[in-house]
C-alpha cells in the first residue's frame, strides 16, 4: 500500500506562486509514476502533470519534480491565475496512466 500526503496549499494572489508538496510512503518502489491532477468547483477532475524518470518536467507554469531523498514530489505553480482555483490532488500508479493511488487533496485559492 502506498500513502500519499499533501501540503502547501493556500491562497494566493494572481500572479504569483505557490509550491504543493506530496510525501509518499508504502510501498512505494512499485510505483511507475506519480503526478497531481485537481478539481475545481463544478469541474472534472483533470491532470495537470505526471512525472515518471527524470527529475522535473515543466507543464507551462508548472513544474513537477521529485526528491527522492525525501520521498516527496513537488509541484510548483508561477504566475497563478483566478482559473487555477482548485482542490489539487497528488496522485500515483502501478503501471503508466493507471491511478491506483490518491492523496487527500490540497485547496489552492487564486484571489484577489
Known amino acids: 500500500q502506498v500513502q500519499l500526503v499533501e501540503s502547501g496549499g493556500g491562497l ?3 500572479g504569483g506562486s505557490l509550491r504543493l ?3 509518499h510512503s508504502g510501498s512505494i518502489f512499485r510505483l511507475n509514476w506519480m503526478g ?3 478539481q475545481a468547483p463544478g469541474k472534472e477532475r483533470e491532470l ?3 512525472i515518471q524518470n527524470g527529475a522535473q518536467s ?5 513544474t513537477i519534480s521529485r ?22 490532488y497528488c496522485s500515483a500508479g ?19
Open 58 to 62: 515543466v507543464k507551462g507554469r508548472f
Open 21 to 23: 508538496s506530496c510525501v
Open 67 to 88: 526528491d527522492n531523498a525525501q520521498n516527496t514530489v513537488y509541484l510548483q505553480m508561477n504566475s497563478l491565475k483566478p482559473e487555477d482555483t482548485a482542490v489539487y
Open 36 to 38: 497531481w491532477y485537481r
Open 94 to 112: 502501478l503501471s503508466w496512466g493507471v491511478i491506483n493511488y490518491w492523496g487527500q487533496g490540497t485547496q489552492v485559492t487564486v484571489s484577489s
Open 12 to 14: 494566493v494572489q494572481p
Open 48 to 50: 495537470v502533470a505526471r
